[in-house]
């Protein structure tokens, strides 16, 4: 039942930025910053995709679609993973998801929406 709470998503056009946030429920916080986190979308018709990783030690590692334009950050004190994302187009839009990697993650979040249209 513990599940990451997505939001920041919105309505945005080319171009344009947003701020992704994900908060860890209180039932996750023991093994939240333990845990390899990673910002996940979702197109209709297509499976969930990693956008962006960052290990509880700090590494990050992004898709090629989103190198360059999307940093993912995490505040461990306020239990936070962030998505910054800039330049976006349409190719963005997406349901985005953050959970933590590898097989042994937590149920899905209800993800926040991003649309990206003119």
Known sequence: QPHLVESGGGLVQPGGSLRLSC????????TYSSSDMG???QTPGKERELVASMTKRGVTNYADSAKGRF????????????LEMNSLNAEDTAIYYCNRMGPLQWPWGQGTQVTVSA
Do not use: C, E, H, Q
């Open 23 to 30: 908060a860890a429920p209180r039932a996750i916080l023991s």
């Open 39 to 41: 910002w996940y979308r």
């Open 71 to 82: 940093t993912i950050s995490r505040d461990n004190g306020k239990r936070k993973v962030f």
